[in-house]
């Protein structure tokens, strides 16, 4: 299965909701050894760079972080503002 | 099926090989109007900041782009370097 399927089953389900949306998704697999919890330092980052690219209220952005032995995956959802049409 | 069941289907197919990974994927729903194309942009800005937290080879680095309809992914495959310990 391709990536491009996964995110298409889960478009399917929310497909009359025509708003713009943006999700990241971080995995991290530590392969067993001690190496440092970055995730959520570089999730604030990743949010201050996309905001360069488009207009992001604080309050449509969800986060959610997964953890299960040494994989570790943040996603980032983020439905972005209406256009100035209205 | 949650985010992580996706990855830790993957993570089955190569868990002989123990490297550190990280993976970004950026999926980009647009809702049918004519928003701009950030993503390539927006992916040289992301590497900037993780290699703030990781150092990077660019050679380690794999970038794969999924167009769909007004549905975009971009999914960046990293393989961290070993750690200093051989």
Redesign the interface.
Known sequence: ????S????E?KKTANV????????????????D?PD?LP??QK??ID??S???AINADDIKVQL?K?DD?E?L?VNIVLPE?ARR
């Open positions: 299965m391709s990536i491009l996964y995110f298409f089953g478009k025509a708003r713009e949306r943006l999700q990241i998704i971080l995995a991290h697999e530590r392969a067993g050894r190496a970055y330092q570089l980052e990743l760079v996309i360069k690219y488009v997964e299960k994989f995956v996603e256009p």
